[in-house]
């Protein structure tokens, strides 16, 4: 067998490798993240369950604090030491995030109906479901418009910061529509940057299983978010 010869079969056998590896890992993008989802809702539902979950969650600033740094703690330390960490210890990360987040929003049950928050899930559902499908399948680079989403959404964080003490409600609406609009385009910037990612892995070993958690985490975010400022939007508020 001569050079072409060997190349050539070296190619489609890395061909193969790739159909094969891929849609495994696309399947454990959206499972590892329906999986984060569901440990969030049950873990806010428990909380809001609770009242004394609740009241030491909500009057103690220590501890409510305490918690939202430790999410950020937990999304920085993964995304950075991903390549360092075991695909265990990433996951397990990734779920105990889940699990913070989830006890962090339970505050959602305390101020909207749970009809709303219902309503409010399956349209984000449906929002992010139709944007993650554009994301896949489009031919158009989205590589610029992910930089430019990036830098609305440092605008959007910043503008709610001033708003804090501001306490502007019509500045808030408008935050919370340019919030959907930031994280409607972020989803099918993130599935297509996922998609290119995982399409030059050469296999589905721990390495590319790694690339698929952060995968997961993206999108996990991308629909918390979401959700959040469609709710702030559409959500009814309890008398």
């Known amino acids: 067998m001569d050079y072409e010869e060997f190349s050539n079969v070296a190619t489609r056998e890395r061909e193969l490798e790739m159909s094969t590896a891929f849609p495994l890992l696309m399947r454990k993008v959206y499972l590892w993240m329906t999986l984060a989802l569901v440990i969030t809702g049950f873990a806010a539902y428990y909380v809001a369950s609770s009242e004394t979950l609740m009241t030491a969650l909500f009057t103690n600033q220590i501890l409510f604090w305490g918690l939202v740094i430790g999410e950020l703690v937990l999304v920085f330390a993964l995304s950075a030491a991903i390549n360092k960490l075991s695909l265990t210890t990433a996951t397990l990360m990734f779920v105990l995030y889940s699990v913070v987040n989830g006890a962090t929003l339970s505050f959602i049950f305390i ?10 899930f399956f349209i984000t559902a449906g929002t992010f479901a139709a944007m993650a499908v554009f994301g896949y399948f489009t031919k158009t680079d989205l590589s610029s418009m992910g930089k430019i989403l990036m830098m609305a959404l440092i605008g959007i964080i910043i503008a709610t910061i001033v708003n804090i003490f501001t306490k502007s409600e019509g500045l808030a609406m408008i935050l919370n529509y340019l919030g959907v609009l930031v ?3 972020l989803t099918a910037y993130d599935t297509q940057k996922i998609k290119v990612m995982l399409m030059q892995a050469p296999d589905a070993g721990e390495g590319a299983q790694k690339v698929a958690l952060l995968g997961a985490l993206s999108l996990y975010l991308d629909f918390i978010n979401l959700f959040i400022y ?3 939007i559409f959500g009814s508020r309890r008398d």
């Open 230 to 232: 469609l709710l702030r």
């Open 111 to 120: 101020l909207y109906t749970t009809a709303s928050i219902t309503n409010v």
């Open 183 to 185: 994280f409607v385009g």
